[in-house]
């Protein structure tokens, strides 16, 4: 069954650097999001990602953050300097359909711990 | 403000009991929600979704009951295992436009064998 996978599986990481998490979701899917999960609380939502742009989104995603698509199957979230509160599991997720948020299929996610 | 919440953070049950986990969501404007299951290190793992003009949908040994009167959602789990265990959570998605879910806090589920 296909399923989104994610690269590291745990990145430790100094304040002020710069992380790269990378992504590949289900191949026949057309938007891509990033959430994020700080230990014992909710899943958030960063970013959506549809047609090589972003589509949506929240308010954590400042301009610390950037996402792309480098090629026809990585999609990567980059934290340009990183804080101590960046520390929390990441989400990469997917979805086929164009009209809504449909059945999002997430990866195993991404531990980052900021030092 | 918006919120989607759950209404017990911890469910214990014995094997083969049935299970039901509730939600509460405050935005009358959501016509899409999912149940997701969350097991340890793991990422969230869809179980199964209800759109607004429904009322009930059922997987299996899954049911998903909507009750947009009183805004509520439930999760009944039909003879639990101990491979149930996890944390579920409900997410909601408003039809604006929006993609993004709105996760709510979480209940854990505890099979007893």
């Known amino acids: 069954e296909p399923e989104v996978t994610q690269t590291p599986s745990h990145q430790v990481t100094q304040m002020g650097q710069e992380v790269i998490l990378r992504c590949v979701p289900i191949?026949?899917?057309?938007?891509f999001y990033w959430y994020r999960q700080i230990l014992g609380q909710k899943v958030e939502f960063l970013v959506s990602f549809y047609n090589n742009e972003i589509s949506e989104k929240s308010e954590i995603f400042d301009d610390q953050f950037s996402v792309e698509r480098p090629d026809g199957s990585n999609f990567t979230l980059k934290i340009r300097s990183t804080k101590l509160e960046d520390s929390a599991m990441y989400f990469c997720?997917?979805?086929?359909?164009?009209?809504?948020?449909?059945?999002?299929?997430f990866g195993p996610g991404t531990r980052l711990t900021v030092t | 403000g918006e919120s989607v919440g759950l209404h017990l953070p911890t469910l214990s049950v014995q094997e083969g009991d049935n299970s039901i986990i509730n939600c509460a969501y405050s935005?009358?404007?959501?016509?899409?929600f999912i149940w997701y299951k969350q097991e340890s290190g793991k990422g969230p793992q869809f179980i199964i979704d209800?759109?607004?003009?429904?009322d009930k949908r059922q997987g299996q040994r899954v049911t998903v009951l909507l009750n947009k009167t009183v805004k509520h959602l439930s999760l009944q789990i039909a003879a639990t295992q101990p491979g149930d265990s996890a944390v579920y959570f409900c997410a909601e998605n408003r039809n604006t436009g929006r993609r993004a879910l709105t996760f709510g806090s979480g209940t854990r589920l505890q099979v007893q064998p």
């Open positions: 209800i759109r607004s003009n429904m």
């Open positions: 935005n009358s404007a959501s016509d899409y």
């Open positions: 997720a997917s979805s086929v359909l164009t009209g809504g948020a449909y059945e999002q299929y």
């Open positions: 191949s026949n899917h057309l938007y």
